[in-house]
């Protein structure tokens, strides 16, 4: 089953996402957390892996995680309102990639202008047509189209550190075996995710300078699905374009998997230890049963799934997409396997819990986060293959 479900890009919605982002990130700036959060952007692998070693932070995180496993952004308490903000300082890395900014920039108004003056070129672009294949785009379109990919790749690059400061993901990225689900274009799932952010001081006459720049990491192995023919000839480019790195199966989930068992078992590919799924569509992923027992099959003796679920196009999307995790959950659950669950939207009635990201808007942004360390054995017993 193949769904279209892409809204329209123009310049304008372009345009407000980068001064949203930015917006958000000049309040954290002008914050007292920044001053204390800065220093772990020197060398921010190092920081993860203190942290993982942290006594105080294990406590932390199940402290977090005592109320059903479910963490919420809506009030969160100080240390994870930290989590959130040097996720959010770590995503905008991405947006300000290779931009050097004067300290005493570091605003609402200051971030505000500097993306402002970036977008002049793009902001009047019309809507790119969804029939368009992304081969036909004219010259401006595939520069408002890279713009796009920031702004999705500053998503995935936020809700990726809030796993990852939670200690839930921990594997380095090049010991990662990844299966990427609805992955789009690929970009987000082979790039973003193991981004590594970084923030270099310079000193300046002026009270110095800020350096943002980004690591790119790539996993060891990735084999990404996505069934929908328009990315026919860009997975055809990537299987070519990755030497070996990258299996990039243009096929509905069904079809995929059983490629995937069967080259496990006639080229020996190592089976994944990293399941994701971003800004997932229930639609094209089989129900949660059928969806675990392929699963299943294909994983070694354990791996992390890392699922994360959109405003989809219309409320009616919203709830499939809400029902899908709350079957998730409970399925997973009852299987002793401890998932977790973040919200980082509002709460109440469904219209508010859409129209209520905390982070971004409603066209882009992770709503919520699914984790669970998936056990072979335990997936054995309780979705039968």
Known sequence: MTIQHESPVSGRFVDSAYKLEADGFGAICTSSIFSNILPHFRDYENYL?????????????????????????????????????????????ELFQGKKIPISELNRKGMRLLVQQGMVSLRDIPPIPLEIPPDQYSDQQRELLAALNVIQNLDTIR????????????????????????????????????????????????????N????????????????????????????????????????????????????????????????????????????????LRQVTAVIGQSADLFLTMGAGNNQSEFEGRLRYFDDLFTALSRAELKPVRILMHKQGSLEEQRNGPFFGNIEYSTYQILHCKLLRKKLENNFRL
């Open 212 to 291: 943002f720049d980004i690591l790119k990491k790539q996993a060891a192995h990735a084999v990404l699905i996505n069934g929908d023919p328009i990315y026919a000839d860009h997975f055809a480019f990537l299987n070519q374009d990755q030497e070996g790195k990258v299996l990039a199966l243009n096929m509905d989930v069904g079809q995929a998997l059983d490629v995937l068992l069967t080259k496990q078992g006639e080229s020996g590919l190592g089976q994944p230890n990293l399941v994701t799924g971003l800004r997932i569509d229930e639609r094209v992923i089989p129900n949660v049963g059928d969806f």
């Open 159 to 210: 809700v990726a550190q809030v796993v990852r400061q939670l200690g839930l993901v921990s594997v380095k990225s090049d010991s990662i075996r990844q299966l990427s689900f609805v992955a789009g274009n690929g970009y987000r799932d082979l790039f973003a995710i193991h981004t590594v952010p970084r923030i270099l001081l310079e000193d300046s006459s002026s009270g110095g300078i800020l």
């Open 49 to 93: 892996a203190e942290l993982r070693q942290s006594p105080v932070r294990q406590k932390i995180v199940r402290n977090l995680l005592k109320k059903n496993r479910i963490v919420s952004a809506e009030a969160p308490t100080r240390e994870l309102a930290e989590i959130f903000c040097i996720s959010q300082v770590g995503a905008c890395c």
